[in-house]
């Protein structure tokens, strides 16, 4: 079974930076897409962000310039490096694998078929 593991959230202040990164297992290959989530309390998971597995990158509108995907498959890691963050920002934040699309990154979590443990990200004003 994949495997997927979050880490590198924590608390900081509006204005500041973190980066997250997602460690896959060694039988996580073959996928189309890796991408990350994010869900507030109250709220439903969204997209942030996700990176196909040719390289191209789609965000929310939202947040591009704020945020950036990357991957270095040599590890086997997605980041996700989050600048100028805001209050709002604050959720658990997930990543997610698609090995059902082979042309496009999907928006919706329903189509991404393995999952993380999720990593709080919180942002005091």
């Known amino acids: 079974q994949v495997q997927l593991v979050e880490s590198g959230g924590g608390s900081v202040q509006a204005g500041g930076s973190l980066r997250l990164s997602c460690a896959a297992s060694?039988?996580?290959?073959?996928?189309?897409?890796r991408g990350w989530f994010r869900q507030a309390p109250g709220k439903n998971r969204e997209r942030v962000a996700a990176?196909?597995?040719?390289?191209?990158?789609t965000y929310d509108d939202s947040l591009k310039g704020r945020f950036t995907i990357s991957q270095d498959n040599a590890k086997n890691t997605l980041y996700l490096q989050m600048n100028s963050l805001k209050p709002e920002d604050t959720a658990i934040y997930y990543c997610?694998?698609?090995?059902?699309?082979?042309?496009?990154?999907?928006?919706?979590?329903?189509?991404?078929?393995?999952w993380g443990q999720g990593t709080q990200v919180t942002v005091s004003s």
């Open positions: 990176i196909h597995s040719g390289g191209s990158t």
């Open positions: 997610a694998a698609s090995w059902g699309y082979r042309t496009y990154c999907p928006v919706s979590p329903a189509a991404y078929n393995s």
């Open positions: 060694a039988n996580a290959y073959g996928y189309y897409c």
